[in-house]
Antibody
Framework: QLQLQESGPGLVKPSETLSLTCTVS??????????WGWIRQPPGEGLEYIGI???????YYNPSLKSRVTLSVDTSKNQFSLKLRSVTAADTAAYYC???????????WGQGTLVTVSS | QIVVTQEPSLTVSPGGTVTLTCGSS?????????PNWIQQKPGQAPRALIY???NKHSWTPARFSGSLLGGKAALTLSGVQPEDEAEYYC?????????FGGGTKLIVL
């Protein structure tokens, strides 16, 4: 059974960089049929796609966040990561990692981690 | 950028049938948008239900089905159970990547 687990600071100061890691267990991040994604959800609001990364390092970002986001993958640790720069209170959200697959969809999700942007 | 539209809320009686829809600002939704449906209950992580229009995951209950209906993607619940009360999100693939709809709150009453 594939499992994804987010980790990282729960509190980030405005203008700083939010950094999260997703650890994949029960399967390989180097699968050619899968992409690894980040989705966020502000409190009381809907889901927002942030972007996806392939095991080769190829990335695809939400245009609205592209200027501030970097996704990366570490195949040796079976992990992938999110960095969001210059955060503001509007970036306060639950951040989820998920697996997407060729042929059009998302299947496994992490439990999510709440990140609050506040001084 | 594409805007994905869903009904804000729907109410259904236990045992009944309800259809949620998902539209696109760019026109009719087709299979090339790879419509996905995701369920989220309060305080829980999202759970994938349907992918590529009408394909179920191994854990998806049989009462959930996906389709294309009148230029939109649709999720139909037949024989609704009280535990189906949740928020349901549509996810479409577009030229600029994946885009979520705003969600439909399904009330079972």
């Amino acid at each position: 059974q594939l499992q994804l687990q987010e980790s990282g600071p729960g509190l980030v100061k405005p203008s700083e960089t939010l950094s999260l890691t997703c650890t994949v267990s029960g399967g390989s991040i180097s699968s050619s049929n899968h992409y690894w994604g980040w989705i966020r959800q502000p409190p009381g609001e809907g889901l927002e796609y942030i972007g996806i990364v392939y095991y080769s390092g190829s990335t695809y970002y939400n245009p609205s966040l592209k200027s501030r986001v970097t996704l990366s993958v570490d195949t040796s640790k079976n992990q992938f990561s999110l960095k969001l720069r210059s955060v503001t209170a509007a970036d306060t959200a639950a951040y989820y990692c998920a697996r997407l697959f060729s042929g059009g969809g998302v299947d496994y999700w992490g439990q999510g981690t709440l990140v609050t942007v506040s001084s | 950028q594409i805007v994905v539209t869903q009904e804000p809320s729907l109410t259904v009686s236990p045992g009944g049938t309800v259809t949620l829809t998902c539209g696109s600002s760019t026109g009719a939704v087709s299979s090339t948008y790879y419509p996905n449906w995701i369920q989220q209950k309060p305080g829980q992580a999202p759970r994938a239900l349907i992918y590529s229009t009408n394909n179920k995951h191994s854990w998806t209950p049989a009462r959930f089905s996906g389709s294309l209906l009148g230029g939109k993607a649709a999720l139909t619940l037949s024989g609704v159970q009280p535990e189906d009360e949740a928020e349901y999100y549509c996810l479409l693939y577009s030229a600029v990547g994946w885009v979520f709809g705003g969600g439909t709150k399904l009330i079972v009453l």
